[in-house]
């Protein structure tokens, strides 16, 4: 059974371009977290997705950033002109239970740096 | 909201010696504090969490402790390896779900053979 699989692991872009990351959750999990870590912090929640539904957007930056996970394919994260400061490495995580599950795996991250 | 603060953010021990982390959290409501193991380039993974209504839990060569009254928890490793190496994470949550886990800054822990 693989495990939450993410690519690219590695990621750049130069200023102004756009970011797109994707996530397959593990097999039978239908709840996708997006994490961002900067470098020598700990990770902060970005957004929690069911298929087809955003359940959780509170740790979003309010633009150029969006999240989606369609009835099939992965989840994509998607980072729209991209800026400096957005470099991080982005994690997600998928989970079997829905509201209330305190577990879930996470995948080995997509590093993005923006030049 | 919850903050989360973590101690040391670097640790280094000689292989066989006990490390232990110390984390602090401000949220009373919070009950499920989880510890994770992130290696270089890869995901951050769950090595062991305890609830509230438990003190200390055991896994082998590691255990966290946990003080509900001073707001504090404690990961214990003894015995360690070098493969112990690597950036360990608290998180705390008022146990409502997954993504309201709040992490600390993360320790770099060092296992010297």
């Known amino acids: 059974n693989a495990g939450v699989m993410q690519n690219p692991r590695h990621l750049v872009r130069r200023r102004g371009q756009e970011a797109r990351l994707r996530c397959s959750p593990m097999?039978?999990?239908?709840?996708v977290y997006w994490y961002r870590q900067l470098p020598e912090e700990g990770l902060k929640f970005m957004v929690y997705?069911?298929?087809?539904?955003?359940?959780?957007e509170s740790g979003m930056p309010k633009e150029r950033f969006s999240a989606e996970f369609p009835k099939e394919g992965p989840s994509i994260l998607r980072i729209q002109q991209v800026v400096r400061g957005d470099s991080a490495a982005y994690f997600c995580?998928?989970?079997?239970?829905?509201?209330?599950?305190?577990?879930?795996?996470f995948g080995q991250g997509t590093r993005l740096t923006v030049v | 909201g919850e903050n989360v603060e973590q101690h040391p953010s670097t640790l280094s021990v000689q292989e066989g010696d006990s490390a232990v982390i110390k984390c602090t959290y401000s949220?009373?409501?919070?009950?499920?504090f989880p510890w994770y193991k992130q290696e270089l380039g890869k995901g951050p993974q769950l090595i062991i969490d305890?609830?509230?209504?438990?003190g200390e839990k055991k896994d082998q060569r590691i255990a966290v402790t946990l003080n509900k009254t001073a707001k504090h928890f404690s990961l214990h490793i003894t015995e360690t390896q070098p493969e112990d190496s690597a950036v360990y994470f608290c998180?705390?949550?008022?146990?409502?779900?997954?993504?309201?886990?709040?992490f600390g800054t993360g320790t770099r822990l060092l296992v010297s053979p």
């Open positions: 995580a998928s989970s079997p239970l829905g509201q209330g599950g305190t577990e879930a795996f």
């Open positions: 097999k039978g999990h239908s709840h």
């Open positions: 997705l069911q298929k087809e539904n955003i359940i959780d």
């Open positions: 949220d009373s409501a919070s009950n499920y």
């Open positions: 305890i609830r509230s209504n438990v």
């Open positions: 998180a705390a949550s008022p146990d409502t779900g997954f993504q309201k886990l709040v």
